[in-house]
């Protein structure tokens, strides 16, 4: 079990910048996928991006692509998601989660950071 613990949140204007981060503890860090997900009122959970412990693999949800920056510091155990040119449509509660290696799934969660883009 990993636990997930998300900062970083906040009211941001549109165009702006924003960092979050996703500090995990639990059991070893390195052989664990993370990434960030989104969830607003109204939708379901969509994924944002994505890397993988060796930093070779990363991925991104095509709304976001060119905009945000995932990064993970595996010495700090901690990913970070870099925000920036911030829409409206950006608005949500941010959750970082862990895939072990050989799972196909995200097994842990956090419990989220709002962030809210006003326009």
């Known amino acids: 079990q990993v636990q997930l613990v998300e900062s970083g949140g906040a009211l941001v204007q549109a165009g702006g910048s924003l960092r979050l981060s996703c500090a995990a503890s639990?059991?070893?860090?390195?052989?664990?996928?993370l990434a960030w997900f989104r969830q607003s009122p109204g939708k379901e959970r969509e994924f944002v991006a994505s890397k993988s412990w060796s930093g070779a693999s990363a991925r991104y949800a095509t709304s976001v692509k060119g905009r945000f920056t995932i990064s993970r510091d595996n010495a700090k155990n901690t990913v970070y998601l870099q925000m920036n040119n911030l829409k409206s449509e950006d608005t949500a509660v941010y959750y970082c989660?862990?895939?072990?290696?050989?799972?196909?799934?995200?097994?842990?969660w956090g419990q989220g950071t709002q962030v809210t883009v006003s326009s």
């Open positions: 989660a862990a895939r072990p290696d050989g799972r196909l799934t995200y097994t842990d």
């Open positions: 639990g059991r070893t860090f390195s052989y664990y996928t």
